[in-house]
């Protein structure tokens, strides 16, 4: 398997950024969620899950290193007051240098979007959970179903990914360690811009086909540059 595409999301739960290289370190990929908007009046970090509107925004990373948040009318924001006219509530965008609650919040039940459960996300950059810090899903996985659905940061040849669970492998100049499949939720459901639909069906499917779980989380053992071509090679 191959490495086709790597993406990486500035901000969590809005549109990513196709980049041709990137470092892979002990957080991930470089620059990957180290921003969240959170509810300023619930404490709450904000996802698409809760929030899908979210996934009609974009974050990118400017020539000099700034952060830009597109809104989908193709304004900038420059601030939270941009955000919170947008997303109809109160709102903060906040870096993982920051001292925040990393509190979130999933429904028990995806066909109704009901039973909202709190949970404590990652340390370190905004992610779900502590054991992985980038996920991997190859095109034969997908089976024809949009990449954007499930954010993954690299996208793969082939197929096959699922059998390197509790192994070692070697990505460009990286070292991972696939540590598990990626259980799925609502947002792989969700309606996204470029024609993507709510659906579902999606999540049903795999939870039907697949014991509710598609693609695999890694961590990092040895920290490297990873780019498009690069083969991934089981140690």
């Not at 086709?4 to 999301?9: P, T, V």
């Not at 597109?70 to 709102?91: F, N």
């Not at 990626?182 to 999606?202: E, N, S």
């Not at 780019?227 to 140690?235: F, N, P, R, T």
Request: proline content about 3%; aromatic content about 6%.
């Amino acid at each position: 398997m191959r490495v086709l595409e790597l993406w990486r999301y500035p901000v969590k739960s809005l549109q990513g950024e196709l980049v041709a290289s990137v470092s892979l370190g002990a957080e991930g990929f470089a620059g990957d969620r180290r921003y969240a908007i959170f509810d300023t009046a619930t404490g709450f970090g904000l996802t698409g899950r809760r929030v899908p509107d979210l996934l009609f925004g974009s974050a990118r990373y400017t020539a000099s290193g700034e952060l830009e948040i597109v809104l989908p009318d193709g304004t900038v924001a420059r601030d939270d007051d941009a955000l919170s006219e947008w997303l109809g509530r109160p709102v903060a965008l906040r870096s993982t240098d920051e001292a925040v609650s990393r509190r979130y919040e999933s429904p028990g039940d995806f066909e109704n979007d009901a039973e909202w459960d709190p949970f404590e996300g990652a340390t370190g950059s905004f992610r779900d959970t502590e054991a992985t810090v980038v996920s991997l899903v190859s095109e034969g996985t997908l089976r024809g179903w949009d990449r954007r659905r499930f954010r993954p940061n690299i996208l793969l040849s082939d197929s096959g990914e699922d059998d390197l669970v509790g192994r070692r492998a070697a990505l460009g100049g990286a070292v991972v360690d696939i540590v598990k499949q990626v259980g799925r939720c609502v947002m792989v459901t969700r309606q996204q811009p470029g024609g993507v639909d709510k659906d579902l069906d999606v999540l049903r499917t795999i939870h039907r086909e697949r014991g509710g779980k598609l693609a695999i989380g890694a961590g990092v053992a040895v920290e490297g540059s990873v780019s498009v071509g690069d083969e991934l090679v089981a140690l």
